[in-house]
Nanobody, 126 residues
């Protein structure tokens, strides 16, 4: 089992940047595929990026393409999400997740989460 703790959320103005962190503990971090997700009020949770367990290859959903970048520090068992040019519509609770299986499709893959962090709030004002 793995425990995930997100941090780095906050309030920014449109056009600003934030870098979220997700610290993993409790199990071998490299065993799990990872993902960043977000959920805005009244909306379903949506995927931002999925990351493979081995090579840490990434597939970005439309919500994450172009402005968001995932990275990791394997020595620290920590995943990051750099978010640039933030927009008010990016306002949401952001979650990282870990999973033991993936779903492949023609142009990429999804990490299927088994474990979730508690989330970190991002608020973007216009």
């Amino acid at each position: 089992q793995v425990q995930l703790v997100e941090s780095g959320g906050g309030s920014v103005q449109a056009g600003g940047s934030l870098k979220l962190s997700c610290a993993a503990s409790g199990s071998t971090y490299s065993r799990y595929c990872m993902g960043w997700f977000r959920q805005a009020p009244g909306k379903e949770r949506e995927e931002i990026v999925s990351i493979t367990s081995s090579s840490r290859t990434t597939t970005y959903a439309d919500s994450g393409k172009g402005r968001f970048t995932s990275s990791q520090d394997n020595a620290k068992n920590t995943l990051y999400l750099q978010m640039n040019s933030l927009k008010p519509e990016d306002t949401a609770m952001y979650y990282c997740a870990a999973g033991t299986s993936m779903q492949y499709y023609s142009s990429g893959f999804h990490c299927l989460p088994n474990y979730w962090g508690q989330g970190t709030q991002v608020t973007v004002s216009s």
